[in-house]
Nanobody, 130 residues
Framework: QVHLAESGGGSVEAGGSLNLSCASS????????MGWHRQGPGKEREWVAA????????YYADSVKGRFTISQDHAKNTVYLRMNSLKPEDSAMYYC???????????????????????WGQGTLVTVSS
C-alpha cells in the first residue's frame, strides 16, 4: 500500500509563494501518475495539477496554470507543487494523490474519477490572506 505524506502548507499573504511536498513510500515512476487536489471551505474538491512520473509530462487546472508548477525528484520519491502569485481563493486543504495514469487522465479531462485514485495523503493546509 502506497503511503503519501504532504508538507509545506502554511499562511501567506496574497502574491506570496509556497512549496508543497508529497513524499511517497512507493514510487512507481514507470507507470504511475501523481498530483494534487484541493478543497476549500464550502467548496467541492478539485484537481490542481498532475505529473506523469515516467515522462514528466505535467497537467494543470486552468485556475492555476501559469502560477503553479508540479515537479518530481525520483531520488527522493517526492513530488512538489510550487505555488506562486497566490490568491485568497487558493486557500484550501491540499491533498496529494497517486494512481494509474489512465485514471488521472480522466480527472484532468474533467470526467471525474478522483475517487478511483487509490492513494491519498492526509492533506496540508494553505491559507492566503488578502
Amino acid at each position: 500500500q502506497v503511503h503519501l505524506a504532504e508538507s509545506g502548507g502554511g499562511s501567506v499573504e496574497a502574491g506570496g509563494s509556497l512549496n508543497l511536498s508529497c513524499a511517497s513510500s512507493e514510487y512507481t515512476y514507470e507507470s504511475g501518475c501523481m498530483g494534487w487536489h484541493r478543497q476549500g471551505p464550502g467548496k467541492e474538491r478539485e484537481w490542481v495539477a498532475a505529473i506523469n512520473l515516467g515522462t514528466s509530462n505535467t497537467y494543470y487546472a486552468d485556475s492555476v496554470k501559469g502560477r503553479f508548477t508540479i515537479s518530481q525528484d525520483h531520488a527522493k520519491n517526492t513530488v512538489y507543487l510550487r505555488m506562486n502569485s497566490l490568491k485568497p481563493e487558493d486557500s484550501a486543504m491540499y491533498y496529494c494523490a497517486a494512481g494509474s495514469c489512465p485514471v488521472w487522465y480522466r480527472v484532468v479531462a474533467g470526467r471525474g474519477g478522483s475517487d478511483r485514485l487509490p492513494a491519498w495523503g492526509q492533506g496540508t493546509l494553505v491559507t492566503v490572506s488578502s
